[in-house]
């Protein structure tokens, strides 16, 4: 068991078959640098959860390396009944294709549901790891006591989740909430989208590395956002100044957001919310200046409810809220 983490997932798993109820789902969140996936049985208890680096060179690695992974979160008495799978960029989940994938850096459409469905013989189901996230905090999470609320996720990429009157809304060609392609400065570095000054060019984890090795140069330059927020936490002087800049420009992100769709609740997740204090104390510092007067103050902005797991539990909840009409 991880954590004693069980998921509310009575109204999915149908009758139980009794204490030693075979049945397990897994639930794996594909990101641009690491895969998590989580196993958990029919109690919603998570059983089992793995991390490994994403091997994505090729559409035919990544599959083989999901292959690998569930077979390796599997024990020979286990039934498997689904899979769900979050993935980055832009997802078809009824066409069960990802296309145009910027952070995997794939060409074209590429099939993930067939081939896989295929393989392990019973129901996968994919979603954009952005619409898994915000299942997570609609079904287990934010969604338990409101309607309204915002999922923003800054890892790799950085987009928004939003839920009117407790839907996720979609927007007419599955790309609703890219929030990580709106400007925040147009006089800042380029964005891999075209544009200029992007969230996301600003404040993903690769742009906060960037950002530290352009003030002490590539000779004692870091490589990921974590390493940055840990020489903050030791008073590393560049780094603070890089850590506040991030507040500052998600700040911006989230105020631009909240007065647009008026949310009761925005959570922060992905990978480069896991910097924990650091971060959002310089966030709290920031949107004191930056949350602007028609922003209603009483929006509350806080830590995803489960952390960088949002991803991979939101897959589980894809792989057990769909079964039922799979089969
Ligand atoms: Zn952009």
Same mark, same amino acid.
């Given at each position: 068991?991880?954590?004693?983490?069980?998921?509310?997932?009575?109204?999915?798993?149908?009758?139980?078959?009794?204490?030693?109820?075979?049945?397990?789902?897994?639930?794996?969140?594909?990101?641009?640098?690491?895969?998590?996936?989580?196993?958990?049985?029919?109690?919603?208890?998570?059983?089992?959860?793995?991390?490994?680096?994403?091997?994505?060179?090729?559409?035919?690695?990544?599959?083989?390396?999901?292959?690998?992974?569930?077979?390796?979160?599997?024990?020979?008495?286990?039934?498997?009944?689904?899979?769900?799978?979050?993935?980055?960029?832009?997802?078809?989940?009824?066409?069960?294709?990802?296309?145009?994938?910027?952070?995997?850096?794939?060409?074209?459409?590429?099939?993930?549901?067939?081939?896989?469905?295929?393989?392990?013989?019973?129901?996968?189901?994919?979603?954009?790891?952005?619409?898994?996230?915000?299942?997570?905090?609609?079904?287990?999470?934010?969604?338990?006591?409101?309607?309204?609320?915002? @999922?923003?996720?800054? &890892?790799?990429?950085?987009? #928004?989740? *939003? $839920?009117?009157?407790?839907?996720?809304?979609? /927007?007419?060609?599955?790309?609703?909430?890219?929030?990580?392609?709106?400007?925040?400065?147009?006089?800042?570095?380029?964005?891999?989208?075209?544009?200029?000054?992007?969230?996301?060019?600003?404040?993903?984890?690769?742009?906060?590395?960037?950002?530290?090795?352009?003030?002490?140069?590539?000779?004692?330059?870091?490589?990921?956002?974590?390493?940055?927020?840990?020489?903050?936490?030791?008073?590393?002087?560049?780094?603070?100044?890089?850590?506040?800049?991030?507040?500052? @420009?998600?700040?911006? &992100?989230?105020?631009?957001? #909240?007065? *647009? $769709?008026?949310?009761?609740?925005?959570?922060? /997740?992905?990978?480069?919310?896991?910097?924990?204090?650091?971060?959002?104390?310089?966030?709290?510092?920031?949107?004191?200046?930056?949350?602007?007067?028609?922003?209603?103050?009483?929006?509350?902005?806080?830590?995803?409810?489960?952390?960088?797991?949002?991803?991979?539990?939101?897959?589980?909840?894809?792989?057990?809220?769909?079964?039922?009409?799979?089969?």
């Amino acid at each position: 068991m991880v954590g004693n983490m069980k998921l509310d997932v009575q109204a999915f798993t149908g009758d139980r078959r009794g204490q030693d109820d075979p049945r397990v789902w897994i639930g794996l969140d594909i990101g641009g640098t690491k895969i998590a996936a989580a196993k958990a049985d029919a109690e919603g208890i998570i059983q089992q959860l793995v991390r490994e680096r994403t091997r994505k060179a090729t559409p035919e690695e990544l599959l083989g390396q999901i292959v690998s992974v569930v077979e390796q979160l599997l024990a020979p008495a286990d039934e498997l009944v689904s899979v769900g799978i979050g993935l980055p960029g832009q997802v078809d989940p009824e066409a069960g294709h990802t296309f145009s994938p910027y952070n995997l850096g794939w060409p074209n459409v590429v099939q993930i549901r067939k081939p896989l469905q295929e393989r392990f013989g019973v129901p996968v189901f994919i979603d954009n790891d952005l619409n898994t996230a915000i299942i997570a905090e609609l079904t287990q999470g934010v969604g338990r006591t409101n309607k309204n609320f915002c @999922y923003v996720t800054v &890892g790799t990429g950085v987009a #928004a989740g *939003l $839920v009117f009157d407790g839907k996720l809304f979609r /927007g007419a060609h599955h790309l609703a909430g890219e929030l990580g392609h709106v400007v925040v400065d147009p006089t800042a570095r380029d964005c891999v989208c075209g544009a200029k000054g992007c969230l996301e060019a600003l404040v993903s984890g690769p742009a906060i590395a960037r950002s530290y090795n352009e003030v002490v140069g590539m000779e004692s330059g870091v490589a990921t956002a974590e390493k940055v927020f840990s020489a903050a936490r030791q008073g590393d002087a560049a780094a603070l100044a890089v850590v506040r800049d991030t507040a500052k @420009y998600l700040a911006i &992100g989230i105020n631009n957001l #909240a007065a *647009l $769709v008026d949310p009761e609740v925005v959570t922060i /997740g992905g990978g480069v919310s896991d910097a924990g204090d650091i971060l959002f104390s310089h966030l709290e510092e920031a949107l004191k200046r930056w949350l602007s007067g028609v922003v209603d103050k009483r929006v509350e902005i806080r830590p995803a409810t489960y952390g960088s797991k949002t991803g991979v539990i939101g897959s589980l909840m894809l792989a057990y809220a769909n079964h039922l009409q799979a089969v």
